[in-house]
């Protein structure tokens, strides 16, 4: 039964992501992501399921109407029409427009997680039981199955920097997980931008509190990194001989590989072979072990490809693998271990989600966006990963930390580990939509 804080709950996830919709697509936030965003766009879909499908299928199908030739999914797609609503760094910095085979919204030119298999699979299954929205969603399906399938063969193709195969990163804004300590070794071998005075174009200061955000050094290299990859006009030929930062991330890796796991079953229904996305899925989860696990930890680390070295950081995206539903149980173990060591803490030890850092560390800081504090779509990820490897105690009590956390805090975009306290931007859509999802999850109550 529906507790009056859940329905409570309900209502406000329901209204903030109504407050965020934008003629075609769901805006992060109003203020501090005033654009589409690639990896929000799949989390928001996956919540809009639940109380307006087409709107899950017209954010998708604007994200995607955004991709370029070459198959990549850009991490932002601009609205350009109020210009009240800026960002740093905004159109006029990336230039999509002077690159060729690009679409005509103007973009930014690198990727985020490719979260969207996943959540069209989603959203189709939501539907799946009414005949009238269930064509709808065979026809968005057959419409995004070319699509998803192409930015997977962008990724696999274009991005497989080290030939181990698995895709390289070439920013941290890829990761999604932004100023993680899982890039601080490799980003320190890149050389600050020395032309651009980042604090005087940094927006994102004026709508948030400075110690919550990544600091002007990270963006003066986040900054050198972008320019970089625009003089080469977003080409990824030798990245490796010309690209200061390649990382393989765990949970970017994870995703892509769950991608396909979802693609499969996208194929079935629009009448596709679905072999080639298990063989796909197979490979990346073979390879996800043999390139970025550590026995010695139990856990996946991050890859500096130039060094050809694993960082030793505990960072929460080396759990994320647990969304593979063919990890091998050796695998399952140690991050169910990892989990629950006092690093990261299950939430009858901590009463919390999982922080996106280890407790631990000396450099954990539990304000500073991904270096400690607790972030709703990766505890959502955790979630799906122990209902399907067989732990729905588990998983139940981290759904209810997660709902418990939001409804005494807010639609945040983060949380305090300790406190639980609310940072980063208010009214952020992923949170709002998470919770719509595993609100309708009643099962698992
Ligand atoms: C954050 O990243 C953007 C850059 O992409 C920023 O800091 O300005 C990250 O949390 C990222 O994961 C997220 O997709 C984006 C929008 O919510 O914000």
């Known amino acids: 039964m529906t507790s009056e804080a859940d329905q409570r709950l309900r209502e406000l996830a329901v209204t903030t992501l109504q407050d965020n919709f934008?003629?075609?697509?769901?805006?992060?936030?109003?203020?501090?992501?005033?654009h589409q965003w690639s990896w929000d766009a799949g989390f928001?879909?996956?919540?809009?399921?639940?109380?307006?499908?087409?709107?899950?299928?017209?954010?998708?199908?604007s994200l995607f109407e955004a991709q370029w030739e070459d198959g990549r999914v850009p991490h932002i797609a601009f609205d350009t029409d109020n210009n009240t609503r800026e960002y740093f760094p905004g159109p006029r910095f990336w230039a999509s427009d002077q690159?060729?085979?690009?679409?005509?919204?103007?973009?930014?030119?690198?990727?985020?997680?490719?979260?969207?298999a996943v959540a069209a699979w989603d959203v189709y299954q939501c539907v799946a039981e009414e005949p009238v929205a269930r064509r709808t969603a065979v026809e968005e399906l057959?419409?995004?199955?070319?699509?998803?399938?192409a930015q997977q063969r962008y990724l696999a193709k274009e991005r497989d920097v080290a030939g181990g195969g698995l895709a390289s990163l070439v920013h941290p804004w890829e990761s999604g997980l932004d100023n993680s300590p899982a890039w601080d070794d490799a980003l320190a071998a890149v050389p600050p931008d020395p032309d651009v005075e980042v604090r005087a174009h940094r927006r994102d200061l004026a709508v948030s509190v400075e110690?919550?955000?990544?600091?002007?050094?990270?963006?003066?290299?986040?900054?050198?990194?972008?320019?970089?990859?625009?003089?080469?006009?977003?080409?990824?030929?030798?990245?490796?001989?010309?690209?200061?930062?390649?990382?393989?991330?765990?949970?970017?890796?994870?995703i892509a590989g769950a991608a396909e796991h979802a693609l499969a079953k996208i194929a079935e229904v629009v009448g596709a072979d679905p072999t080639p996305h298990r063989v796909r899925a197979a490979e990346i989860t073979r390879a996800l072990i043999a390139r970025l696990y550590d026995p010695a930890t139990g856990m996946f680390h991050a890859r500096d490809v130039r060094a050809d070295r694993l960082t030793a950081k505990r960072c929460v995206n080396g759990l994320v693998p647990l969304i593979l539903p063919d990890l091998p149980q050796?695998?399952?173990?140690?991050?169910?271990?990892?989990?629950?060591s006092p690093r990261f803490g299950w939430p009858d030890q901590t009463g919390m989600p999982l922080p996106s850092y280890d407790r631990t560390a000396s450099d954990t800081d539990p304000l500073r966006y991904w270096r400690g504090p607790v972030w709703i779509n990766i505890n959502w990820l955790l979630w799906r990963g122990l209902r399907q490897h067989g732990h729905p105690e588990r998983a139940r009590s981290l759904r209810r930390s997660i709902l418990d956390l939001v409804s005494r805090s807010g639609c945040f975009e983060y949380f305090h580990p300790d406190?639980?306290?609310?940072?980063?931007?208010?009214?952020?859509?992923w949170t709002a939509a998470l919770v719509l999802d595993l609100l309708a999850?009643?099962?698992?109550a």
């Open 99 to 116: 690159v060729a085979g690009t679409p005509s919204r103007p973009t930014s030119g690198i990727v985020q997680p490719p979260i969207h």
């Open 419 to 429: 406190t639980g306290e609310g940072i980063g931007t208010a009214e952020f859509s």
């Open 441 to 444: 999850h009643q099962e698992d």
């Open 142 to 149: 057959r419409w995004l199955y070319p699509r998803l399938v």
């Open 211 to 254: 110690s919550h955000r990544p600091t002007d050094a990270d963006y003066s290299r986040y900054i050198a990194l972008a320019r970089a990859y625009r003089a080469q006009e977003y080409l990824d030929k030798r990245l490796a001989e010309r690209h200061s930062f390649l990382v393989e991330c765990p949970a970017f890796n994870a």
């Open 22 to 34: 934008q003629q075609t697509h769901t805006v992060p936030s109003r203020t501090l992501y005033p």
């Open 44 to 61: 928001i879909a996956v919540g809009l399921a639940h109380i307006a499908p087409e709107r899950a299928w017209r954010d998708l199908r």
């Open 330 to 340: 050796e695998q399952v173990e140690g991050i169910l271990a990892e989990a629950g």
